[in-house]
Each structure stands twice: as C-alpha cells, then as structure tokens.
T-cell receptor, first 113, second 110 residues
Framework: DTEVTQTPKHLVMGMTNKKSLKCEQH?????MYWYKQKAKKPPELMFV???????INESVPSRFSPECPNSSLLNLHLHALQPEDSALYLC????????????FGPGTRLTVT | LAKTTQPISMDSYEGQEVNITCSHN???????ITWYQQFPSQGPRFIIQ???TKVTNEVASLFIPADRKSSTLSLPRVSLSDTAVYYCLVGETGGFKTIFGAGTRLFVKA
C-alpha cells in the first residue's frame, strides 16, 4: 500500500472557525510532512515530523498547529485563519527524514472566507 | 542547498520524446537528483531519482553528466496524459528541508 490519504478533500471555513486536516499513511514511514501550495506555485514546506517529533517548522504562523498522534497519523489544526491562507494543503511521507523520495496525498483544498 | 533552474514551460506532441533539463551548478557531493510530476489539484508524484550517469524505470529516464551540474529527465513517447508540471529537486537524505523550484509546465498536444 503506497497511499497517503487526506481528509477532507475540500474545506470552507470562516476566519473565526477551528478545523483540522487529517493525513494517514500505512507504509511504515517514519517521516511526515505538511506543505502549502498556492495556485500555479510550487509546494512550500511547512512542517516535518521525524519519528513523531517535530523536526522542522518553517516559521509557520501559530494559527497552524501540527500534531502527530502516532507514526501513521498527521493532523494540522487550523484556527483564526486569514483569506490568504486559502490554498491546497498537501501531506507527504517518507521512510526517513528528510528524504527526497516522498509520497504525497491528494491534498485538501482549503478556502477561508 | 543546491538551487535548481528549469525551463518555465515546454510544448510537445503526442508520441514524441520529451527532454526536460535542470541546472544545478552548486550540487554537493552527497546530493541526489529527484524528479516529481504533478497534475492540477493533485499531490506531486515521485518519478525518478539518481546520483550519476543514467537511471531508467518504467516511466522515465534520468541522464546525469559526469560533472553533475545538470540533469535531463527523458519521457519517451509522451501522451496527452503526460501534461503536467515537472519538478527537479536536489539534496541528500537526512539533510535539510526539501525545496521545490518553479518547475516546468509540459503541455502535450494531439
């Protein structure tokens, strides 16, 4: 199974809402990543988890809060977002961190109103 | 981190071979070269990775000259479904963060 799943596929939220994005993999990978991708731009790395510990935080605003409950799950908690945070949020995993052979999920399309 | 430079876009026709070149002049000794494909509104897909000379899999070939300052992704006999953005990344496992460059938008025409 080489699949990374993400839920939900689409999310619309107001600026005062709290929501969470979920990512799951069952490949036994020990590294998981969150990326943000704006339209017609490359993915930008946000966070890296290695062995369930946060190893890289790319100076992401605190309104984005990552969580890795176990080696298969990765969450991104969202609170008080701004319209400019609207984007495709991608989750990826790899055997170890930081690897250039990453497996990506389909993404969550987030719209902040 | 090695910076990569790729053409912004390329056009091709179905059935042709497409070669996309990536320049990485300051590649480090331990760096590998990795290529991803991304369709609209989908996550990138790992295509191929190499260190030197030539690597081939069922999807593509990767050519890396001896000085490793550039690499070429070769897609044999493209089809309309190969229309996508192709990203070249350079770095080593266990190293610093992954950075995606601007990528090359390949448009395959009938």
């Amino acid at each position: 199974d080489t699949e990374v799943t993400q839920t939900p596929k689409h999310l619309v939220m107001g600026m005062t809402n709290k929501k969470s994005l979920k990512c799951e993999q069952h490949m036994g990978h020990r590294a998981m990543y969150w990326y943000k991708q704006k339209a017609k731009k490359p993915p930008e790395l946000m966070f890296v988890y290695s062995y369930e510990k946060l190893s890289i935080n790319e100076s992401v605003p605190s309104r984005f809060s990552p969580e890795c409950p176990n080696s298969s799950l990765l969450n991104l908690h969202l609170h008080a977002l701004q319209p400019e945070d609207s984007a495709l949020y991608l989750c990826a995993s790899s055997q170890v961190a930081v690897s250039y052979e990453q497996y990506f999920g389909p993404g969550t399309r987030l719209t902040v109103t | 981190l090695a910076k990569t430079t790729q053409p912004i876009s390329m056009d091709s026709y179905e059935g042709q071979e497409v070669n996309i070149t990536c320049s990485h002049n300051n590649i480090a000794t331990n760096d590998y070269i990795t290529w991803y494909q991304q369709f609209p509104s989908q996550g990138p897909r790992f295509i191929i990775q190499g260190y030197k000379t030539k690597v081939t899999n069922e999807v593509a070939s990767l050519f890396i000259p001896a000085d490793r300052k550039s690499s070429t992704l070769s897609l044999p006999r493209v089809s309309l479904s190969d229309t996508a953005v192709y990203y070249c990344l350079v770095g080593e496992t266990g190293g610093f963060k992954t950075i995606f460059g601007a990528g090359t938008r390949l448009f395959v025409k009938a």
